[in-house]
């Protein structure tokens, strides 16, 4: 475990962290066993299990000693990667293996644990050549279909529709694609809730009593069950869209679009060229726009109509 003499405090926050071991806590999420010094509650944990990963608190560098590339928010070398957000904190990210949390001492729980489970787990992800799509995704037992798109179309939104209608979803906002024993793409368990809007929740007629993503923002973490059995094979990708028209329409996309639209609706798309994950993201992608159908579907941008939209899409997604 990581090892790191200070200490943080918070009046709804408090760790020391004092050159000793501290408490582990296992989870288990888009097919990767965790074993972390940091309790993450939008986990169901497990019991003592033979870790991929392994997240500690520790001292972050403010810059890596070999720059491969960068952003706004990040530097990115072979097998490294370092992330900075004002407020919160430094995070590095090595080998797909393990990662390190160097807290501001004002930071939030829940705001370490965004960034962590968020960007940070993304760039894991990639470091350990796995494709994951921005996007959620559903299943009724038989197939499972991601819904990806551009931010703040309603990826969500739909999913939780959908989830009012019967079927379960897998999935939020990362879809994790992996291959089983029958070589069938299938969409890893992921973070087991949605993260809705108020305005999404109140037209759902669903309670608002929940937690905040962040505090100073009206958007909440709905639990959703975690599914037991293996999910089933990965058969369709949607790519939604809003405009102003009135009526909701789909068509089959094909050919190259394929394997553009789904580059571009990578999560995290500015990381794999920094990170020299180019050749093994292309490999994927490749793969998998041969096996699957893929959909685009629109709907206006007013009303929501989230139910009558979810009703429209259960016959695309299921009965096509």
Known sequence: MFRHLCLIKHDRFVVYLCQKRLNKYYYKVYGLNICSELELPELSPVQNIKEDVIIGFGKVPE??????????????ALNDFLFKFEGIGRYRVQYGRRIIIQPE?????????LILLGSCIGALLHQRGMLA????????GKQTTILSGQSGVGKSSLA?????????VIADDISVIGLNGKQHFIVENGIPHLKLWKDV????NQDVDLTKVRPQFEKYRK?????EDPP??????IILSASNSTDFSYSEILGRDKFHLLRNNTYRLQFIDKMNQTEAHFRNLSQLVNSIQMFHANRPHYPQNILEFAKYMSEIIFKT
């Open 105 to 113: 001492r004002e930071a939030l729980p829940a705001e370490i644990r």
């Open 201 to 204: 929740l109140v037209h759902l």
């Open 63 to 76: 810059h890596l000693p070999k720059v491969r590339g960068s952003g706004v928010l990040f530097e990115a």
């Open 133 to 140: 799509i921005h996007g959620s995704a559903i299943t009724d």
């Open 160 to 168: 939780a529709g959908l989830l009012e209608l019967g079927y379960s």
């Open 232 to 237: 089933p094979s990965l058969s369709k990708i």
């Open 223 to 227: 639990p959703i069950p975690v599914l």
